[in-house]
């Protein structure tokens, strides 16, 4: 999909407006009372041990940040490297490290002499003219005072301002009007603009309280250089200044909305560090703007690029204005489906008058009480409507988009071509596969079509909707139904040689090489269905303690969710309970590595036995 298909234009007549009413719909939620105050200023400050964007060394009472996407920082990356090529689990090591202070200099301390300067040593919280000052009297061999009479009898200069660059919210340490860290990137950048103090600039000029010039070469090649110069990486810090108004609400909407999430995905800071970095380099206005697979860490800039823009579309449109421009949010319903994204695109159903029949009969799915539990039904009225709608385009007078000249031998043709290209084995009329080649009309896909535009269209009928957009009845009941079972094959259970097949050691091993590489249960998960018989689903989302001995016999406990029968236990051998309590030390231990230490209690009762490996909180089930 391409990116400005994640944003449709909220006033398609009125473009000037677009970017005002967004910002304006923005700022209104950012300043309600629910939204999460750490998220409103320019410069965002995470606090240690967030539960989403932890920025901390995972190892107990590390000070130091991560490095490189890793939940360790560079130091115990450094150890960890070293013992585990000597067989020391992720785990154990975790457990078993010393926690580090903080760098010295890490953060930016004032001089606790002038207000106005910034610290150039941390411990004596001294600017550098103090330093050298109080440096040259201890050379010198002047004890006659302590540290704290001395600084108490020092006089206050005045400051250099806040540093140049756009986005630093630093005081400048010298005429220059920079920081230390942007001076020192200044020299790194080959010194843009040749911008300079003159020589002996204290002794000629601030000594006698003189301004100091600045010499240039080329001034506006330094100006563009500290509009363009990035943010200090400081720990835990998101810096949005320098952003266009509307990009720097959309990122700070979409940091916080992130967070509310039941099973938010991982965003390093570095990852969203990229993001901003990139649109303030860009001069992007919004994310619309935003090109997918720019930045420094390209793949993971796109994604929560893409993530925050799915939440955007759900504030920039009502449920009206939505249907307007072809597509349906099942969370404007309050209905998100398990592993789906709230859009469902409908703008592909050529016919006004069809894509709106679709959208209100969905909608009125979502509203009712009989709203299916997954996605699946939608993709299948999405489909019956655009196999229809494509088919009409083609055949039907005026493309189909005038309902009243449809007739009942327009849908039988509809019919009797879906049944040939089934028997043919030939190619949709409008349905793509994934890679983007058309997909292939089977018994299965024909089924789900006639029995999705049936429904559609007898709905119609019965509320009266048919009748007000002048669409014949004899063209309605012209569509037959596929029945439930049309195309698919009864379950039945495995023979003997198959179940010997998939359970056989050669073939478990070479599975669990070629699709659970950092063994993340994968060979478990297929060992328990074919042992237990139970469905894929049910095992995948079993609880951590999942097994138990009762009686001295094993037992397997589960939902089976199809059935509306939950927590239910199943006697299971006793190799297979062996292989299940090993998963369960495997989890503990990743988690252990991941959060820093061992759960216990209720909430190790409430992790998944077999977590998802982008899991942020808990290690929730999938």
């Known amino acids: 999909m391409r990116r400005q298909e994640y944003l449709r234009p909220l006033f398609a007549e009125r473009p000037d407006r677009v970017g005002r009413d967004r910002l304006e719909i923005l700022t209104a939620l950012i300043g309600g009372p629910s939204f999460d105050p750490v998220y409103r200023p320019d410069i965002i400050e995470i606090p240690r041990g967030h539960a989403i964007y ?3 060394c995972v190892v107990n009472s590390c000070e130091r940040t991560r490095t490189g996407g890793s939940d360790l920082c560079s130091e115990h990356q450094r150890q960890w490297v070293c ?19 903080r760098h010295v200099g890490a953060e930016e301390a004032i001089c606790q002499i002038c207000p106005e300067r910034p610290a150039a040593h941390s411990d004596l919280r001294l600017c550098q003219r103090h330093l050298s000052r109080w440096t040259m009297r201890k050379k010198e061999g002047d004890d006659s005072d302590s540290f704290a009479a001395w600084a108490s009898g020092e006089q206050t200069y005045p400051g250099y301002g806040p540093c140049g660059a756009v986005v630093c919210p630093n005081l400048a340490d010298s005429p220059l009007g920079l920081c230390s860290w942007h001076g020192s990137r200044y020299r790194r950048d080959g010194r843009p603009g040749g911008a300079a103090m003159p020589h002996s600039w204290w002794q000629r000029y601030e000594k006698f309280g003189k301004t100091v010039p600045i010499e240039y070469g080329d001034q506006a090649a330094f100006r563009r250089w500290y509009t363009a110069v990035p943010a200090h990486p400081w720990p835990g810090q998101i810096n949005l200044r320098g952003l266009r108004p509307l990009v720097r609400a959309e990122i700070q909407w979409g940091l916080f909305v992130h967070t509310r999430r039941a099973r938010p995905s991982r965003w390093d800071l570095g990852w969203i560090r990229s993001l901003v970095t990139t649109c303030r380099t860009l001069e992007v206005n919004s994310l619309i703007d935003f090109e997918f697979g720019t930045g420094g860490s390209a793949g993971f800039t796109g994604a929560i690029a893409k993530k925050i ?7 920039y449109f009502t449920p009206a204005e939505a249907k307007e421009a072809g597509f ?3 969370e404007h319903f309050g209905v998100l489906f398990p592993h789906r994204m709230s859009h469902f695109d409908l703008s592909s159903i050529p016919q006004r008058w069809l894509l709106d029949l679709t959208w209100d009969y969905l909608a009125d799915l979502l509203r009712s009480p009989r709203c299916p539990r997954s996605g699946g039904p939608f993709d299948g009225y999405r489909r019956a409507a655009l196999e229809l709608g494509v088919f009409l385009e083609l055949e039907a007078p005026d493309g189909g988009h005038d309902p009243a000249v449809l007739r009942g031998e327009h849908a039988q043709r509809f019919v009797a071509d879906q049944r040939h290209r089934e028997r043919e084995g030939l190619e949709s009329l409008a349905v793509k596969r994934p890679g983007g080649a058309a997909g292939i009309v089977t018994p299965t896909t024909r089924s789900v079509v006639f029995n999705a535009i049936r ?20 063209f309605i009941t012209a569509l037959p139904t596929a029945g439930a079972t049309t195309g698919r094959t ?8 198959v179940a010997q097949a998939l359970a056989a050691e050669t073939n478990l091993a070479e599975f669990a090489a070629t699709y659970d590489l950092n063994d993340n249960g994968a060979r478990d998960i297929w060992e328990t269905t074919v042992t237990t018989g139970r469905r894929i689903g049910e095992v995948i989302k079993v609880r951590w303690d999942c097994i138990g001995r009762y009686g001295g016999l094993a037992m397997f406990w589960h939902d089976q969710t199809k059935v509306g029968n939950y927590d239910v ?5 006793e190799r297979l309970y062996e292989i299940l309590a090993e ?18 209690g209720a909430q190790r009762a409430g992790l998944a036995h077999f977590p998802r490996s982008t899991a942020v909180r808990t290690g929730r089930c999938r």
């Open 83 to 101: 013992d585990s090529e000597n067989g020391v689990g992720r785990a154990a090591f975790v457990a078993a490290a010393q926690g580090l202070e």
């Open 54 to 56: 932890r920025w901390e």
């Open 583 to 600: 998963r369960q030390r495997k989890t503990l231990d990743r988690f252990t590595a991941r959060y820093g230490y061992r759960p216990t």
């Open 309 to 315: 823009l799915h939440e955007l579309r759900l504030v």
């Open 569 to 573: 236990a199943i006697r299971i051998p």
């Open 490 to 497: 009864a379950r039945r259970p495995f023979p003997d040689e």
């Open 455 to 474: 429904k559609l269209l007898r709905d119609a009928l019965d509320t009266g909707v048919a009748d007000k957009l002048g669409l014949e009845r004899e």
């Open 328 to 330: 349906l949010e099942t």
